[in-house]
């Protein structure tokens, strides 16, 4: 999730499997689907997969982020306040370089990036009761104590209406959310150094870290993310 697969100045691919977060050097144009949207100097574009679109400048700054999780469904320009122009820059020097941590740094980057799309887009993007299940998800995922689906009964709502406003809104279930950020909470404290075969934090520890009740359970769980074990992830 939400690595990087590619940061430079090409802005004007067509059409990609990834999200691209665009940065374009000055005022612009953008037109996808019939629609022609005017873009200010200093706005994030975000594209999402499979969108074709046209760009009335060539230069600029692209990143192309894959399985990232974002609440957009069509081309969305949203404000930035120099965050995501910091963090695509950093991605561009880093992509282009051959520093050996350059892909721990990239991974980190990738998340950054997809964090701060989602702090611009995500409050007008939301309802106010999704936004609220959001919210708490992201408040608890370290906790173990966590009933997401105690939280999520306590609206004045079907159950199940919620959640398929949820997933219809976000582009994944409520657990699907709360299991990825979680996922993506290991694999940060993995990649930080906290837990790799030079300290002293355990599966255990990690997975109570985490939100995980049962350390078991988290090394499943992460293997279906990322493919290895989070002790063989760490190495």
Do not use: H, W
């Amino acid at each position: 999730m939400n690595g990087i697969v590619y940061a430079g100045g090409d802005v004007r691919i067509a059409s990609n499997k990834n999200f691209e977060i665009v940065l374009p050097d000055g005022d612009c144009l953008i037109t996808a689907d019939g629609v022609e949207t005017r873009v200010r100097a200093g706005q994030a574009i975000i594209i999402p997969p499979l969108q074709k679109f046209t760009l009335s400048v060539s230069a600029g700054t692209r990143v192309s982020v894959e399985q990232a999780l974002l609440p957009v469904k069509g081309v969305t320009v949203a404000d930035d306040d120099g965050s995501i122009a910091y963090a695509l820059r950093e991605a561009v020097k880093y992509f282009n370089c051959d520093n050996p941590k350059r892909d721990l740094v990239l991974s980190a980057l990738g998340s950054l990036i997809v964090g701060y799309v989602n702090v611009f887009v995500s409050a007008e993007k939301y309802s106010p009761v999704v936004r609220a299940v959001a919210d708490a998800i992201e408040k608890n995922l370290s906790s173990s104590a966590f009933s997401l689906d105690g939280f999520m009964k306590k609206f004045p709502l079907n159950y199940d209406y919620l959640r398929r406003l949820f997933k219809k809104e976000v582009g994944v279930s409520p657990r699907e959310y709360l299991l990825n950020g979680r996922m993506e909470l290991a694999r940060g404290i993995i990649l930080g150094g906290l837990s790799n075969r030079y300290s002293e934090y355990t599966v255990s520890q990690l997975a109570e870290a985490c939100g995980f009740a049962d350390p078991l359970y988290f090394s499943r769980v992460f293997k279906k993310y990322f493919g290895v074990s989070p002790s063989e992830y760490g190495k």
